[in-house]
């Protein structure tokens, strides 16, 4: 089986070389922005859309052109792998799955992306890479990488440098140590709830620094733009946010690997965060219902980050041999799995489940991830979808969690 694995790691570049990154990326930005207004330009005037060659084409006139010279400076395929992004955006667009591309903004996702393995050195020993144009960087080992490298990525965030390093390896095809099925209910209130009767709490780190991030963000916009104290207070908003995400991540992936350590088989929700996060304020025609109120829910999922926790579940069951199946969530929270019965009224409060028929008792969280687990089991007996990867189809209608209104007033 073949792995693909990236190995992230902080660089340690000198003044030099920092300065020489901002000036490869603000190059691989001007290219992007220009090759952009070009392809809008050429749509303007009625003319076909350039191919990623004539692209490549584009640039190298750019590289030698007497205005744009200093294009030369940076090296020539991280500019080559820009044009790719803005193709990819492009394709996206037209496949309607995202919006039309923008020009790219100082700040804004700055990074440099090195495809060719043959151009970059790994000296592990030393705890340095090479890299073209750049020379030897020093980067903060905290492990060893494996596997035959791919592709390198270099990122600014929060006021540090990153190396991302893509490596492939073969490994042998492997067999999940343990045999247990757990069914997960993601919820707002709880972060999740297993079919085994553990709940966790959720972090929710960004709620928690709401008031400290907007309080940075007031005294950002009591400056004068651009001016030294406003960049001091973005600094401030943008490493708060980073924190955040840390916290997040750092949250997810302790979940995620505790339970595909101990799962071979993980039932989740067949939840769309995206679709849930659009549905709420509708269209100009048709406005959504309660609109306030499933906004403050859906901040709360995305907050949480469902989709990265289900991302991280699937490739850890990959790796581990086992796998992730996601079912239907339609009705899992209202079924009483003593007599069947399918009511909204059986869940009574946010965390009380309680039958309306037979009287059947439970924590609601729980007993949905019971019913989810169920369906779990239904679903690899008739040999349905269990595979372990993504399967977001464009256009499929969008399942829908359903929460009691009461979790949304909650938020
Ligand atoms: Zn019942």
Known sequence: MKRLQAFKFELR??????????????????????????????????????GYAGLC????????????AWLSDAPVHPLQQTLKDLERAYANFFAKCAAFPRFKK?????????????????????SRLFLPKLGWVRYHKSRDVEGVL???????????????????????????????????????????????????APVDAFKRHTQRLARYQRAMSRKQK?????????????????????????????LSTMLSKNHAAIVIEDLQVRNMARSASGTVEQPGRNVRAKAGLNRSILDQGWFEF?????????????????????????????????????????????????GYTAHADVNAACNILAAGHAVMACGGDVSPYLHLGVGKAAPMKQEPAEATHAV
């Not at 084409?57 to 744009?68: M, Q």
Request: net charge positive.
């Open 13 to 50: 570049p000198t003044g030099e070389q920092q300065r020489q990154m901002r000036r490869f990326a603000g190059s691989c930005r001007f290219v992007f922005n220009k090759a952009l207004a070009l392809q809008k330009e050429r749509y303007e005037q009625g003319e076909k859309k350039l």
């Open 57 to 68: 084409k584009e640039l190298t006139a750019w590289r030698n052109g007497p205005d744009t």
């Open 106 to 126: 100082k700040g804004m996702s700055d990074n440099i992306r090195y495809p060719d393995p043959k151009q970059i050195k790994i000296d592990q020993d030393n």
């Open 150 to 200: 791919r592709n390198v990525t270099v990122s600014f965030s929060g006021g540090k440098w990153f190396i991302s390093i893509q490596t492939e390896r073969e490994v042998e095809q492997p067999t999940h140590p343990a045999t247990s099925i757990v069914g997960v209910d993601m919820g707002v209130a709880n972060f999740a709830a297993l079919s085994t009767g553990e709940i966790t």
């Open 226 to 254: 651009f001016s030294r104290n406003w960049t001091k207070a973005k600094a401030h908003v943008q490493k708060l946010h980073t924190r955040i995400g840390n916290i997040r991540r750092d949250h997810l992936h302790k």
């Open 310 to 358: 289900r991302r991280q579940l699937e490739y850890k069951q990959a790796w581990r041999g086992g796998i992730v199946v996601a079912v239907n969530p339609h009705n899992t929270s209202r079924t009483c799995p003593a007599c069947g019965h399918v009511a909204k009224e059986n869940r009574t409060t946010q965390s009380r489940f309680e039958c309306v028929a037979c």
